[in-house]
């Protein structure tokens, strides 16, 4: 399904054709304004008679959009990896609230819990939700290309220091990313959790309508089994071969 977002044009079987004036991608909630009307009108994407310009049906309950940006943004860490910028980071964690998700990218030295913070690298699902762009010059529904790309042309010296080899990183991010995208995202959060026992990686779903994860258990980032005050991580997800070559990492 095409995004959608402030300022898409639609079309209304009644009042014909309008623009977005904001959205809620949780609800399905619109607001548009139709012609030269100065009130806009709420609309509900699943019950309302709306399409694309184009005459593309708005097929929000069978094609829900994605209400966070992190498997958009693990796609695009994934091909700046594959680009040679293999020291950029991508860290994620739950709001207070737990309906909405945090993100951050940072590059340099590998320390999750003492990263560098950059104006425009971070987020959260709550912003997202009610304009799903980066907030880079991106445009909403951009590819993970086009993500890098504006990502690079708004902040070439924060990307410039994102070169360099992390291989161990690499290998692990990749292999989360085949077992995860398009549909699942990970988090990165200890609150829920016992600090004594390991736990797997938590998956979330990032649309509505998406089953639970039901993939086999994945393994945190190197570097993460620091962190726990018992046991190590183990660094591997048993019988996922997808993961099997993270058996020594940590």
Do not use: Q
């Given at each position: 399904m095409k995004p959608i977002a402030p300022g898409t044009v639609i079309f209304h079987r009644y009042r014909g054709y309008g623009v977005l004036t904001s959205v809620n991608l949780l609800t399905g909630w619109v607001a548009a304004r139709f012609g030269d009307e100065a009130r806009s009108l709420d609309l509900n994407l699943s019950t309302d008679d709306i399409q694309h310009a184009d005459g593309e049906l708005i097929l929000f309950q069978i094609a829900t959009p994605d209400r966070m940006p992190h498997a958009r943004l693990m796609a695009m860490v994934r091909e700046l990896h594959r680009a040679g910028y293999q020291r950029l980071y991508l860290y994620s964690w739950p709001k207070p609230s737990g309906m909405h998700w945090r993100w951050q990218l940072f590059t340099g030295p590998r320390n999750w819990m003492h990263r560098p913070w950059r104006e425009g690298w971070y987020g959260s699902g709550a912003d997202y939700n009610f304009n799903p762009v980066m907030g880079w010059g991106d445009a909403p529904g951009a590819t993970a290309e086009e993500l890098a790309h504006a990502l690079a042309k708004f902040d070439p010296e924060g990307l410039?220091?994102?070169?360099?080899?992390?291989?161990?990183?690499?290998?692990?991010?990749?292999?989360?990313?085949?077992?995860?995208?398009?549909?699942?995202?990970?988090?990165?959060?200890?609150?829920?959790?016992?600090?004594?026992?390991?736990?797997?990686?938590?998956?979330?779903?990032?649309?509505?309508?998406?089953?639970?994860?039901?993939?086999?258990?994945?393994?945190?980032?190197?570097?993460?089994?620091?962190?726990?005050?018992?046991?190590?991580?183990l660094m591997s997800a048993v019988a996922n071969p997808a993961v099997s070559s993270l058996d020594e990492l940590g």
């Open positions: 410039a220091r994102a070169l360099g080899r992390d291989e161990d990183h690499t290998i692990w991010f990749d292999a989360v990313c085949k077992a995860l995208l398009p549909n699942y995202m990970f988090s990165l959060s200890l609150e829920s959790h016992s600090t004594v026992e390991p736990v797997p990686l938590t998956v979330i779903p990032v649309r509505n309508k998406i089953s639970a994860y039901g993939g086999a258990a994945l393994p945190w980032p190197p570097g993460w089994a620091r962190m726990w005050t018992g046991h190590p991580i």
